[in-house]
């Protein structure tokens, strides 16, 4: 669809097509392409999984002017566009951020707020279990963003052609359980989507999802539904803790077992969540 700016944006449609709507925003650097993994238990559900593409992603234009309160104008397009007048939203990773901000901008018209291994505020000293990888582009983030593009660059790089994206793929498939393979080729597969265009849409998104947000947490009055694995190396569990203790109605929901991949072993539960406060 075209943007009121002139920009294009692209969605994805995953689960029922006549259930009750979710628009869900990826991680980072993820197209909406990684929806996919959430179709089987939407569809289930009865929800429609609704999973549009971020500025500079997958079909969706480059917005050199974007900030995280400008995502809340894309999606009221996009809802416009589909003729939903209520929604629910959900985020994951590094599409929490957006998704809180859209949650802010457009309360009126919100059901229910879904984070999944949200990333959020947090302390140097809670960073302890990080990834190494993870903590880089955070600290590039806040103080080279531009920076960013060469690690970025080495991951785009590594998933441009079918048989890098697939080498990388089976490397990481050995050291992953079977039963979560097909969500990993998802995800390899929006990850090379988000950055077939370039880097510049990811490099511009880290730089803006860094706290602070230009939103307080305590006005957002929606509820939310937060599922974080306790072993998550990528957003510490105390992101979670903390985005919980600050907004105020927040039900956090821990996977002792997971990880980041936490939407993957709780899909199940995070729809029945949804579909039970959309009705």
């Not at 229910?112 to 949200?118: H, Q, R």
């Not at 990080?130 to 903590?135: D, L, V």
């Not at 790089?157 to 048989?163: K, L, R």
Request: net charge neutral; aromatic share 6%; hydrophobic share 40%.
């Amino acid at each position: 669809m075209a943007l009121p700016d002139g920009r294009r944006l692209s969605w994805h449609d995953f689960g029922d097509p006549a259930g009750s709507p979710v628009i869900y925003t990826s991680g980072t650097p993820v197209s909406g392409l990684a929806g996919g993994s959430y179709d089987e238990t939407a569809r289930a559900a009865g929800l429609r999984w609704i999973s549009p593409d971020k500025p500079g992603y997958g079909g969706s234009d480059y917005q050199p002017k974007r900030s995280l309160i400008s995502w809340a104008d894309d999606l009221t397009a996009l809802a416009d566009q589909l003729g939903l007048d209520r929604f629910a939203l959900a985020g994951e990773s590094g599409g929490g951020p957006w998704t809180l901000a859209a949650a802010h901008r457009l309360a009126g018209r919100v059901s229910v707020v879904a984070l999944i291994a949200s990333g959020g505020p947090i302390d140097p000293a809670e960073r302890a279990g990080q990834q190494a990888r993870i903590r880089g582009y955070s600290w590039l983030a806040r103080n080279a963003p531009a920076l960013n593009a060469v690690p970025l660059g080495v991951m785009r790089w590594s998933v441009a052609s079918p048989a890098r994206r697939e080498r990388s793929l089976r490397r990481e498939m050995a050291t992953t359980p079977e039963v979560k393979h097909a969500d990993l080729r998802i995800e390899f597969e929006a990850v090379a989507d988000a950055l077939r265009k370039g880097t510049r849409g990811a490099v511009q998104e880290l730089a803006l999802i860094r706290p602070p947000w230009p939103f307080p947490l305590s006005e957002i009055k929606t509820p939310v539904h937060l599922w974080h694995g306790a072993r998550d190396t990528n957003a510490p569990i105390a992101m979670a803790d903390r985005l919980a203790a600050e907004l105020p109605d927040a039900t956090l929901h821990v996977s002792d077992s997971s990880g980041h991949d936490v939407g993957h072993d709780r899909s199940g539960e995070i729809m029945s969540v949804i579909a039970s406060s959309v009705r």
